[in-house]
């Protein structure tokens, strides 16, 4: 499981998830990035099907600064803006905000536990009811109009909007 499971902070973590609990989609997010006072802006691309998930994220210039996949057994990072970062944090993450509710849970290691009475509210919690990590997030399905997503303990916070889907090309006359 070394290879599939994030550590979060607190010393716990989660194990990401086959990606057949999901629908599949491909969209397009605008995701901001804030670290202790310091705002970055990506714009991903993102693809998840019953083979795994893919995750490309470009400066808005379009340089490639995040490019990751997890076909439901490893994760791979092809890019990453920092060695710091691990990959894995990053796709556990989207899972937490994206997952339905029994997929997440089935994820947690020993002594996190999930809050998601309100569907777009969504806690995860340490033994002593400490937030590890909370969603808020407006739509109805994944891929959610909006997901924020924040580690407290870090000062971590990710807002990821999705964009419009770019319209079909008209036929010319």
Known sequence: DGDRCAPLPG??????QPTADVAPF????KATVQ?????????????????????VGLTPF???VVDVEYDNRAVRAHALPDR????????????????P???VRAGLSAGLSLDAAD???VRVQDRDGATVVAVHRAGDAPPYDRA?????????????????????AEPSP
């Open 11 to 16: 010393g716990v973590q989660y194990c990401l």
């Open 26 to 29: 491909d969209v397009q997010q």
């Open 35 to 55: 670290l202790r006072g310091h705002a970055e802006t990506l714009i991903v691309q993102m693809e998840v099907d019953a083979q795994g998930i893919r995750f």
């Open 62 to 64: 379009g340089h490639k």
């Open 84 to 99: 710091r970062l691990d990959a894995r944090l990053l796709l556990a993450l989207v899972q937490i905000a994206q997952w």
């Open 101 to 103: 509710e029994g997929s």
């Open 119 to 121: 569907p777009h509210h």
């Open 148 to 168: 924020d997503i924040d580690l407290p303990g870090p000062g971590l916070a990710l807002a990821l909007d999705t964009l419009p889907a770019p319209d079909a």
